[in-house]
């Protein structure tokens, strides 16, 4: 499949409170993920823009829910990340209620793009975001990111070990994919479950 045209791409809003929250019907697809799982720079790549989203290998570069709007049609949100110090238990914190809400309730939201380190295996966190996911129904697309440091043989170990922590909500090895910022490896791929969800070009 063909990737999209990327037309116009640009910042639109920082979100802190529910009640900033923009109205309006145009369907979203949210980045979900700890911090320096690479967020920002998937959504750069996927953009084709080198520097749209701020990225940074310091953890909690991305605080707000940042809006974009893709095209004029889509809304890409850029979610804060969770896990580093202070914050690491966010899913009770401030923030975290934020996006624990925006998560579950947002009407708006079609998919929720989960990324996860291809090197490490689903924490805490992780378990209980995609046990709240999962449970209210949300498509969930599980992005490997970082594929560029893992040699093949890893990559399988990985996969194997990553797809059985989370067989209990009902994903399949065959579901994940295998994304890398600097080769662009697994963009095209992901484009197109994106557009299965907001519903084509
Ligand atoms: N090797 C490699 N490095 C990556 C990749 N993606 C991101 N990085 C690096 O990882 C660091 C974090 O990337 P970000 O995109 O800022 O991560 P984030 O998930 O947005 O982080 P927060 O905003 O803190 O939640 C940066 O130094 C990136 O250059 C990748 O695919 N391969
Ligand atoms: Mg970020």
């Known amino acids: 499949m063909a990737i999209p045209k990327i037309t116009a791409a640009e910042f639109s809003l920082g979100v802190h409170q529910v009640a900033q929250l923009p109205l309006g019907e145009l369907p979203e697809v949210a980045f ?69 809400n925006y998560l579950e309730t947002r009407q708006n939201l079609r998919a929720v793009v989960f990324l996860q380190d291809g090197r490490r295996l689903p924490g805490t966190e992780e378990l209980f975001l995609w046990e709240s996911l999962t449970a209210r129904g949300r ?12 040699k093949m043989g890893e990559r399988a170990r990985q996969l194997k070990n990553i797809a059985a922590a989370l067989a209990p909500f009902g994903v399949d090895s065959g579901d994940f994919l295998w994304f890398s910022a600097l ?16 519903g084509g070009l």
């Open 32 to 100: 979900l993920g700890r911090s320096n799982v690479g967020k920002s720079s998937l959504i750069n790549v996927l953009l084709g823009r080198k520097k749209l989203v701020r990225t940074s290998s310091t953890p909690g570069c991305t605080r707000a829910l940042n809006f974009f709007l893709i095209n004029g049609r889509w809304h890409f949100v850029d979610l804060p990340g969770y896990g580093y110090a202070a914050v690491s238990r966010v899913l009770k914190a401030g923030w975290g209620q934020l996006v624990m």
């Open 139 to 150: 498509a969930v697309i599980p992005v490997l990111t970082k594929a560029d440091k893992l």
């Open 183 to 198: 080769t662009h490896e697994g963009r095209d791929r992901l484009w197109a479950r994106l557009l299965k969800c907001l």
